[in-house]
Structures are given as C-alpha cells and as structure tokens.
T-cell receptor, first 114, second 111 residues
C-alpha cells in the first residue's frame, strides 16, 4: 500500500513564525503536491514538484515556498505565518505514468496560526 | 479554474440514489473522483479518461462526457458508509500532472 505521511496532525504557531510542514511518501513517486483545504473552498493547490529540486507554483502560492531535496520528501514552508494561513494542509503524491494520475493523500496537518 | 460541482449538499435515506455532477469550462483529459470522510484524507474512487468508458466501483459508477466537459458520479442504493464529501478533480492531460479540484459535495446518508 502507498503510504504518505505528514509530520504533524495538529500544529499551533504564532504570527510571524517560520513554519515547516513535512511530507514523506514511500512509493518512489515522482510527483508530489501541497494543497490547502478550507470549508466551502475545496482543495486548492499551493505548489507541486515533479522531480527532485523541481517545483512549480499552483493556484495559491503566495506566502509559501517549498523544498524537495530528496525524492521521497516534500516540505512546505511558511516564511512568516499569518492568521489567514490557518487551514488544513494536505500532501499528495502520484507516480509518473501515462493516462491519469491518481493522487494518494496524507492524513493532513491542521495548522492554527494565532 | 475550479470545476463546478452540483449539488453542494445532498441528504439521502439509506437505499436511495444520488447523482453528483462536475463540469468544467476547460477541455478535460481526465476526471478523478475522491471521497473524504470527516477528519480523514481524501480517498481515490475512480478515474475517467478522455475516450474511455464509464467506470464502476461496487454501487458507485461515473460517466465522462467530453463534449460537454462534464462528469457525473452515480451512487445507487446508498449505504451509511457512503456519507462524506465527494470531490471531482480535473486534469489537463499530457505532462500536466496537476488536478484542479471542485469545492466538493457533502453527501449525508441517514438510516
């Protein structure tokens, strides 16, 4: 079974702090994604990576950066956390394959910024 | 641009049927359906590809109308375990691995 793990289920930070969210997948998937999920807005893509050290902006990258130094690990960084970044953050991975790219999700990190 | 899902919410009694629609303003290569139970990660249900046939998964099936750029998810004889939020994710095809998700449809199945 594919396993995607995230470093924390719940996280509370203060405004202005630097926040790291870690995601690890164990299936050698090339592509990894970070989403945020807010009530009524669904899943919105922040950043994704299709290879080590490669990244592309998603639909809402402002205020975030990412790092992918190893294939299995994809980190989301909030350089200076703000209250409007309080949300559920979901990581996903998918293999490089033709015809459809099923995404496997981690359990999520609920981040609260005070 | 996010695909549009309808309805936003639906309440059923066990054994009833439901249809959830997903439409896009952009040409679609693939449509993915996921279900998320409260407090859990989204779980993949099925994928429909351009030029592909209707897919099924137990009593849940889906169709993909490429011309109309829309997909429908059919839940027949619903069970309590079907409750959750259903998301469609649309893909642009080629080397674009991104999915754009709709806002979700909350399905509640009552006894």
């Amino acid at each position: 079974d594919v396993k995607v793990t995230q470093s924390s289920r719940y996280l509370v930070k203060r405004t202005g702090e630097k926040v790291f969210l870690e995601c690890v997948q164990d299936m050698d998937h090339e592509n990894m994604f970070w989403y945020r999920q807010d009530p009524g807005l669904g899943l919105r893509l922040i950043y994704f990576s299709y290879d080590v050290k490669m990244k592309e902006k998603g639909d809402i990258p402002e205020g975030y950066s990412v790092s992918r130094e190893k294939k299995e690990r994809f980190s989301l960084i909030l350089e200076s956390a703000s209250t409007n970044q309080t949300s559920m953050y979901l990581c996903a991975s998918t293999p490089l394959s033709a015809g459809g790219h099923t995404q496997y999700f981690g359990p999520g990190t609920r981040l609260t910024v005070l | 641009q996010q695909p549009v899902q309808s309805p936003q919410a639906v309440i059923l009694r066990e054994g009833e049927d439901a249809v959830i629609n997903c439409s896009s303003s952009k040409a679609l290569y693939s449509v993915h359906w996921y279900r998320q139970k409260h407090g859990e990660a989204p779980v993949f249900l099925m994928i429909l590809l351009k030029g592909g046939e209707q897919k099924g998964h137990e009593k849940i099936s889906a169709s993909f109308n490429e011309k109309k750029q829309q997909s429908s998810l059919y839940l027949t004889a619903s069970q309590l375990s079907y409750s959750g939020t259903y998301f469609c994710g649309t893909g642009g095809g080629g080397s674009n691995y991104k999915l754009t998700f709709g806002k979700g449809t909350l399905l509640t199945v009552n006894p």
